[in-house]
């Protein structure tokens, strides 16, 4: 090693290189899971996506390529809709990785010890967050606007900088609010609460925008109630600061200035003021996550498992399974976050119990795909994230049923969740709550079973990324959820019709089981 | 301090006539991944013996352990475990026997107690017997304090020691330990040692893997020493001495380790 290495602490592009390298590594991992043979595969993918993406994208909102800002304010409010939906998934996305900034890397030791500024460090980190939420946002929202441009004109174009501003912003807000969950709560407290606040971020808007939509105008499209008159009604001049973002989209160059400086103003302030304090954060975090005495009991669920008592081997694996769910407020939020976008179709049941029955036909597909959805996540805990791998298979039970044990554990789980829905449902209409809770059952337990099919070894921390353990099974998964939600859908509808994606279905679980891993 | 002899009211099926001689029997175990790691291994291991197994790392000590306990199966061979065998019958060995391994697998979210209850129940202990046992070793081995808090804070060490106490709660009569000790301090390793010798004492058999030569030196009644997936040499200390052409009572495990694992597998 040469002297001069050694006397002169790298300069901040090498660092920023460095950081890129990471960063770049991280995302391939998430993508490939750390299999180099499948870089090719994700490759292909990605453009078949991306070639697919753009077809969509046609058919979605090349009707829309020739809005202008003479179109008028109900213009300006479905533009602006679509904005703040995408600016809160950017939000969501940015405040997570805020939190593995600060939690996630296990360099500070060696960073601390350096000659290297932690302060620089962790602001390139905070930098390197908004390039990539940036960099996701462009990567969604890039079909869309390509298709703009091509029927509408280069005006278009004025949207790839409303988001770049938008993932600036979003990554400065994620700053001011993890730091200020750091303030008031403390460093141990702070990661759940952060991984919870993006989660709920991520859904909140969305749900909200549902629930008003249903209350107000009733219905469940989010882009009829943005044009709807209720909507219209309150919605400021056309000259209101409001409209400024879906100015700048629709080609206004003022407008796209304005949102440019101060969605870069809301990432830089917060840089500012918080740098002193970043390391602080970053040490405050390496310590919760080595401190010892951090005495946690047995709480409300010790009765599940608390107690020597006589038990078959099958009734503690499922006690255990729902121990460990409930006792991890990340893992119960991340798998039940998707019962939160039942809240509208509940709302909806709701609000029409007194009409028709004809009603609830609408509810059994979205019961349906969530029940698969949450069957699957639940599954991928229990079968894939097991925690002692070992200790279940050095034990005397045969691993058949140790299987079947974790199988009703899940589907246990589901009813539990599913049962108040159907319950309001059959009060009004027996058949179609059975023609539903059948959707249910059939594709919670597919999900299970695909789930079952694929297990892999992982930890449960990695719950976000499971889709990494095997493709097929996210892709196996999703088309079955589909199908039985389409069944069941069809099936409500007194139509033998549902025959045709239930076939499906089981077309798609014959062909998991073909080519599971032997 | 004395462990108390965890007594378990537990029939063990399939057991053989030939039980009470050999705990363990190996023969012509074989298991290939991108090469051979285990490569015809045989081994007996006699009940109530304390058995460590050494040799290099990649040597196969841990593939030969993980297929005893049932981890992974073999390619060929066969597993004896006091009279069963453990291919054929995997749930009636796996009834008498008990795995620890150096990265201690247990579920942050339960209580040391909690665990020794879902253990106990996994192997079908009779609850009030359990309990009896696992707060006997919980206080054995200083958890006791401890018993009622999650062990998603606990130390290794911690750790390790609720692994081992989930492992001797429902008294097996054949414990598989790999690397035990890693990562141990110097009290935590006295315990789990302690605790080992006092079970081989009440008639357990120990089959154990470690780096530390000196552990194995003091404990166990036998060394094998395994490279390339063969068992290259086996004997107490003495008879290892004499295999690797050592003198008598002059030459450390150390320097007979090197020499042996030296020389070309047979």
Redesign the interface.
Known sequence: MSGDTALHPRPLAWLARQESRLSWRDLVWLMTAGYRWRSRSVAIWLIFVAVAMHFLAYGMVARFAGVTEESGVDAFSAVTGSIGLSFFLMLSQAVEQVTRLFYGRGDLDLLKSSPVSLRRVLGLRVFSVAVSTIAMTVFVAAPFIDVLVLRGGPRWLCAYGVSVAGGLAASGIALVLTAALFDLMGARRTRLASQIVAAVIGSAFIIAIQVVAIVSIGTLSQSAFFQSDVVLAHAPGPQSLLWLPARAILGDPAALLIVAVTGLAIFVAPMLLLAGRLGDYAMAAAAADV????????GMT?FF???????S?AG??RR?EW??LL??PWLASQSLMQLLYLIPPAIFLWLSYGSSAGGLVVLAPVLTMAAGQLGGGLAWLAVSGE????????????PRRMIAAKVESVMIAVLIVFVPFLVAMAGRSIRTALIVAAGIALAAASSTLIQVMFRSQAKRRYFRRRQTSSRIATFAEAFSSVAWAGTAAIAASESWMALGPAAVALLVLTGAWLIRPK | MQLREIAVNRAAPGMGTDAETSALVVQGLRKTFQRPAVDGLDLVIRAGEFYALLGPNGAGKTTTLRMVAGLMPPDAGSITIFGIDALAKPTAAKQITAWVSDEPMIYDKLTPLEYLAFVAGLWGIEPGLAERNARELLRWLELAPHAEERCEGFSKGMRQKVALAGALVHDPKLIILDEPLTGLDARAARLVKDVLLQKVAQGCTVIMTTHILEVAERMAERIGVIAQGKLIAEGTLDELRRQAGSKVGDTSLEDVFLTLVAEPAP
Do not use: E, M, N, Q
């Open positions: 401190a010892t005495g951090h005495v946690l009991g047995k010790g498992l608390g107690r020597f008592r006589p038990s081997s503690l694996l255990k121990v460990l006792r991890d925690d002692a791998p070992d200790l279940i298979a050095s034990a005397p039970i045969a």
